[in-house]
């Protein structure tokens, strides 16, 4: 997606030779207009798969993954990252290492929330090492749902998560990828 691309380069701050920090339009602040043309991209690729529900991880995934839903006219259910007291035992549950914390997390949803007859589009910010939507996946089995797609925003294509995804065979759009990014002289190169 040309526009995500632009807003990357515009806006995007090369942290280290692997983290890109956007919180000028997708993790602090969020920019509307360009998250709805970005669901309107996946709502393109994945309208014909039947979606029923959009799945993403708490926290940044999920002002993405909402207007997302809105356009498909379908709920969202996040998994948590952390067990509350007033959340049920009744849980699926795994493991995600963070990326950016560098800690474990035990990632839930409730069984109430997924069930057998979903069709699950995973929406999540950035793909790095793929820990997260690999997590989001395990959950979405243990439902015994169908994963009909994940939607990524940013993959960095140098991690290799994307690539290996993609040979499991799962339907991975990914709307902007990136394939090298230099801390020095902040420069990002795009897959073509
Ligand atoms: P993964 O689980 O694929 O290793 O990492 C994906 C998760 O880590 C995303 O949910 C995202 O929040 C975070 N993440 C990974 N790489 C970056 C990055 O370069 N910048 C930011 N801001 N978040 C990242």
């Not at 952390?82 to 009744?90: A, F, G, I, L, W």
């Not at 979903?118 to 820990?131: R, S, T, V």
């Not at 960095?156 to 339907?171: C, M, P, T, V």
Request: glycine share 6%.
């Amino acid at each position: 997606m040309k526009e995500l691309e632009n807003y990357i380069i515009k806006y995007g701050k090369v942290v280290s030779d692997d983290i890109l920090k956007v919180d000028n339009f997708l993790n602090h602040k969020i920019d509307i207009k360009l998250i709805k043309k970005m669901a309107e991209c996946w709502y393109d690729e994945f309208k014909n798969k039947g979606v029923n529900k959009i799945l993403t991880i708490e926290a940044s995934g999920i002002a993405l993954a909402t207007m997302v839903a809105d356009r498909f006219n379908v709920n969202l259910v996040f998994a948590k990252k952390s067990k509350t007291t007033n959340m049920s035992n009744n849980l699926y549950q795994a493991k995600v290492f963070s990326f950016t914390h560098q800690v474990e997390n035990v990632i839930s949803v409730d069984k109430k929330y997924l069930n057998k007859e979903d069709k699950i589009l995973i929406i999540d910010d950035f793909l790095a090492n793929g820990e997260a939507v690999s997590g989001l996946i395990n959950l979405a089995k243990q439902a015994e749902a169908e994963v009909v797609g994940v939607g990524i925003a940013i993959e960095k294509g140098f991690q290799k998560a994307g690539d290996k995804l993609r040979s499991e065979g799962i339907n991975l759009k990914s709307l902007a990828i990136i394939d090298r990014m230099d801390p020095l002289n902040s420069e990002i190169i795009f897959r073509k």
